[in-house]
């Protein structure tokens, strides 16, 4: 299956221009979030994929993140109750807001992470929330990619932006909530290696959607909105995560403060209980709710995954404890933290020496704030990147992370991201120097 889902076919690409003019396109990724990570990517040519798996992709995450919201809203009908259920730290969500807006706009931004195996795509985790990364340097790379293509009428492929799809869902709150066609960005280029066009490109895309757009550090917020006072935006993206702000050591206390004088900030606090990887784990096992057609998505998307505790659960028509079957299995496993992101303090148990998998195993069977997920087997996908001198290519087989954004039920593009040819770990952009692309359907 897995040769059908990237496709067998040789790929056209003769109307590319060649590596030296290509690199000159991708040096427009100076402007994206990942510039300061890694130098622009070394391939070639973006992931082309036939239609059928591109679409599916995007069909697959719509369905899973229905399944998962859901999961999260019916677990509790209050917000602490939902934290309570999770078992996570009430401090770390506390923009809730009241109102009809708070789970309208909880999954309206969303990026799964998906790994492709033998039996096709398998979703290893969900990223929900306007915090996500990869938007811009997606919408860079695909502007990239048609350029070095010869432009719209020549290209082979199919190309979205995701930034103008994002603005569309601006244009609907706009009328839906009834405010002001304009949207304060509310974030920290200290998140991005202080690149001061990394939001402004943003800015620019609504405004050529005709919203007005500002960019707002978090220091700047209330006299940028003109608070006290009737605020100026009463709509705004909210361009970060509790997590990373409190790192750097930001008060919230602004955003709290717009938030109470009826500024909506998109997307709401509620789309980070739903991404807390318990949730996943919660799909993963089964609601009594499930349709049958919900049971064969989860099979056929999800890797079997639990939450970390003391207690039986059932894997291949066996009943264990998961204590022991981590142990007993511990080359089959990945060990993830609930809330995390980037790939910090993941476990793959394959490549974990004995004595540390058992030491943590043992503190997340305690904690009970990890996820326990069956190792999905990657096939490769076969890449091309320039020679050493920038000139000509050479192939080489890559192990793609597939992500596809969703906003508002839409397919906004698809980042790509796989480590180089010679290296092995997590693959991620902060901190593992994966290299970044898109994947593209092609026509």
């Known amino acids: 299956m897995t040769a059908r889902w990237y496709g067998s076919e040789?790929?056209?690409?003769?109307?590319?221009?060649?590596?030296?003019?290509?690199?000159?396109?991708?040096?427009?990724?100076?402007?994206?979030?990942y510039a300061h990570v890694v130098p622009s990517t070394a391939s070639l040519r973006p992931v082309l994929l036939p239609r059928s798996s591109y679409d599916e992709l995007f069909t697959a995450t719509a369905a899973l993140l229905g399944l998962l919201r859901?999961?999260?809203?019916?677990?509790?009908?209050?917000?602490?109750?939902?934290?309570?259920?999770?078992?996570?730290?009430?401090?770390?969500?506390?923009?809730?807001?009241?109102?009809?807006?708070?789970?309208?706009?909880?999954?309206c931004i969303a990026r799964p992470d998906v790994m492709v195996g033998a039996d096709g795509p398998k979703f290893v985790e969900?990223?929900?929330?306007?915090?996500?990364?990869?938007?811009?340097?997606?919408?860079?790379?695909?502007?990239?990619?048609?350029?070095?293509?010869?432009?719209?009428?020549?290209?082979?492929?199919?190309?979205?932006?995701?930034?103008?799809v994002r603005d569309d869902l601006f244009v609907r709150a706009v009328r839906d909530l009834g405010v002001p066609p304009a949207v304060a960005i509310v974030g920290t280029l200290r998140d991005f290696g202080g690149n001061g066009r990394y939001f402004e490109v943003q800015a620019e895309s609504l405004r050529r959607r005709g919203l007005a757009a500002e960019v707002f550090e978090p220091e700047d917020l209330l006299e940028g909105l003109g608070l006290p006072g009737e605020p100026r935006f009463r709509l705004g993206l909210r361009h970060f995560t509790i997590l990373e702000w409190r790192e750097h050591g930001i008060d919230l206390a602004?955003?709290?403060?717009?938030l109470d004088a009826g500024v909506h900030l998109i997307a709401s606090q509620t789309a980070y209980l739903i991404a807390n990887k318990k949730v996943l784990?919660?799909?993963?096992?089964?609601?009594?709710?499930?349709?049958?057609?919900?049971?064969?998505?989860?099979?056929?998307?999800?890797?079997?995954?639990r939450v970390v505790g003391d207690r039986p659960v059932e894997r291949h028509g066996r009943t264990v404890p998961l204590p022991e079957l981590l142990l007993d299995r511990q080359e089959d496993f990945v060990l993830k933290p609930a809330i995390g992101m980037s790939g910090a303090q993941v476990v793959v148990g394959r490549s974990c020496p004995p004595r540390t998998w058992r030491a943590v195993v043992a503190a997340a069977v305690a904690a009970e704030d990890h996820i326990a997920q069956e190792l999905v087997e990657p096939v490769p996908y076969r890449m091309e990147f320039a020679g050493p001198d920038g000139s000509g290519g050479h192939e080489a087989d890559v192990v793609p992370v597939f992500s596809p954004f969703l906003f508002d039920r839409r397919d906004a593009g698809c980042m790509v991201r796989y480590l180089p040819p010679?290296?092995?770990?997590?693959v991620s952009i902060h901190g593992h120097g994966a290299l970044s692309n898109v994947a593209l359907a092609l026509r």
């Open 10 to 33: 040789p790929l056209p690409l003769g109307n590319r221009a060649e590596p030296a003019a290509v690199q000159a396109e991708l040096a427009r990724l100076a402007d994206g979030e």
């Open 70 to 107: 859901r999961t999260l809203l019916e677990r509790a009908p209050t917000a602490a109750g939902r934290i309570a259920a999770l078992g996570a730290d009430e401090r770390m969500y506390p923009l809730f807001t009241a109102g009809p807006v708070e789970e309208d706009y909880a999954t």
């Open 126 to 164: 969900f990223n929900i929330g306007s915090g996500i990364g990869g938007v811009v340097d997606t919408a860079l790379h695909t502007a990239a990619w048609v350029a070095a293509f010869g432009g719209p009428g020549r290209m082979p492929f199919d190309a979205v932006d995701p930034l103008a």
């Open 254 to 258: 602004p955003v709290r403060t717009a």
């Open 281 to 305: 784990g919660w799909v993963s096992e089964g609601r009594p709710w499930m349709t049958d057609r919900d049971r064969e998505v989860v099979a056929r998307y999800l890797p079997w995954t």
């Open 422 to 426: 010679d290296r092995d770990g997590v």
